[in-house]
């Protein structure tokens, strides 16, 4: 059974600091990996997709890496701003999608 | 381009009723999921239709189903409906995908809201 991990639950940062969030899988049979951001409560905004075959996928601001090897990805987010404030989840698709619970993050301006 | 579209936003019924939520997908788009987001819990997979198949199904009761029409929107129906069974509900679609089956991008929308009394 896939289980997909996100620690810490929630992250107080500074202003204009790089950050980085990371995702842990236990089977590396999978098809991709997405990471989404969501505010409170609304729906899922999709941030970047990883295809099995790839390493890193980069959006402005947003710099996500895979090692299926190691079961692992890491979203970077430089430069940090208030509005990153929100909870980012990481989803592993294999026969279905399996979220992580999230980390909340807290930019303070 | 119209986004992932889920009907209603929020609604209220009370214990042993029954709902049904709709969502209508991306254009292009084969695929739907659904997702139940309790409070202080993760996104739980209900279901997941393509080509108006149910592909899988996640653990939960019977009394959860639901269908992919051929415009490939869908419903959700939940039937003797629960306190537990308050959440938030999100739909989601994707395409087949560049790299072939199951790997498209998934989009979700805003979701249902449903309280039970």
């Known amino acids: 059974k896939q289980e997909v991990t996100q620690i810490p639950a929630a992250l107080s940062v500074p202003e204009g600091e790089n950050l980085v969030l990371n995702c842990s899988f236990t089977?590396?049979?999978?098809?991709?990996l997405q990471w989404f951001r969501q505010d409170p409560g609304k729906g899922l905004t999709s941030l970047l997709l990883?295809?099995?075959?790839?390493r890193e996928q980069t959006s402005g601001r947003l710099n996500a890496s895979l090692d299926k090897s190691s079961g692992r990805s890491t979203l970077y987010i430089a430069a940090s701003q208030p509005g990153d404030s929100a909870t980012y989840l990481c989803?592993?698709?294999?026969?279905?999608?399996?979220f992580g619970k999230g980390i909340t993050l807290s930019v303070r301006p | 381009e119209a986004g992932v579209t889920q009907s209603p936003t929020h609604l209220i019924k009370t214990r042993g009723q029954q709902v049904t939520l709709r969502c209508s997908p991306i254009?292009?788009?084969?695929?739907v999921y659904w997702y139940q987001q309790a409070l202080g819990l993760g996104l739980q997979f209900l279901l997941w239709?393509?080509?108006?198949?149910?592909?899988n199904r996640g653990n939960f009761p019977p009394r959860f189903s639901g269908r992919q029409f051929p415009n490939y929107s869908s419903e959700l129906n939940v039937n003797a409906l629960e306190l537990e069974d308050s959440a938030l509900y999100l739909c989601?679609?994707?395409?087949?995908?560049?790299?072939?089956?199951?790997?498209?991008?998934?989009?979700f929308g805003e979701g249902s809201r449903l309280t039970v009394l």
């Open positions: 989601a679609s994707s395409s087949l995908g560049s790299a072939g089956w199951n790997t498209g991008e998934l989009f």
């Open positions: 089977d590396s049979a999978i098809y991709n």
């Open positions: 990883i295809q099995s075959s790839q």
């Open positions: 989803a592993v698709r294999h026969s279905k999608l399996t």
């Open positions: 254009s292009g788009h084969t695929s």
């Open positions: 239709y393509d080509e108006g198949e149910e592909r």
